[in-house]
């Protein structure tokens, strides 16, 4: 006979559902994160991409911030210097909350009569936890995390500055195909783009995605 509750987890989330969706724009904004640091790493240790790949693999991320902290001192310009330092101590702010609220599990927080709250948290943290309440700003503070390391990697490997908002990343081996400069002309990232339901503080997005 078949089990009704076979695709059934074992407990309900006790987020709500605009809680799910900050959750999953934490986790992109984490991915971009982790991708420039990575870049970061490259730049102030001199190596390609795959020599990284070869030499740290799938370290951690507290372990790449580890080893880009002394790293930093070495760089040239005294801005970037400045803006590589300033996501080096974002990254590092937020990295204990990103690994309660993803490698955690969330619950219902007792906190004394009458005030329970959604929290998450992880056995090593040895009750430590993260509320519901927190995710907006951690939100927050990813936006500008990423966006300073998007802007000391890119200078550290010439790529220009970060001008403006939010720009599409595209990513795939070998150059871009022919038809996608036409296919980014057709398909400008502008204010009508924009879904304007995202607030200041959260990783923007478009009504039409591609």
Known sequence: MKDPHEFVPPFLSPLTHDEHATLGRIAIL??????????LLEATLGISGKQRQALLGEKPIGAKLDILKPLIADIASAETKRTALQFWDFASQTKTQRNRIFHGVWGI?????????????????????????????????????????????????????????????????????????EWKEQHPVDDDALDHRYKEGQLPFLTNPV
């Open 30 to 39: 984490w991915g971009q994160v982790d991708m420039v640091l990575d870049l």
């Open 109 to 181: 927080r007792c906190d004394g009569p009458q005030k329970i709250q959604p929290a998450a948290t992880h056995y090593k943290d040895k009750g430590n936890t993260t509320k519901a309440s927190q995710l907006p700003e951690l939100e927050r503070k990813l936006c500008k995390t990423a966006r300073l390391g998007a802007i000391a990697a890119y200078s550290l490997h010439n790529l220009g500055g970060i001008e403006g908002g939010a720009s599409r990343l595209f990513h795939g081996s070998g150059p871009p195909p022919p038809w996608l400069q």
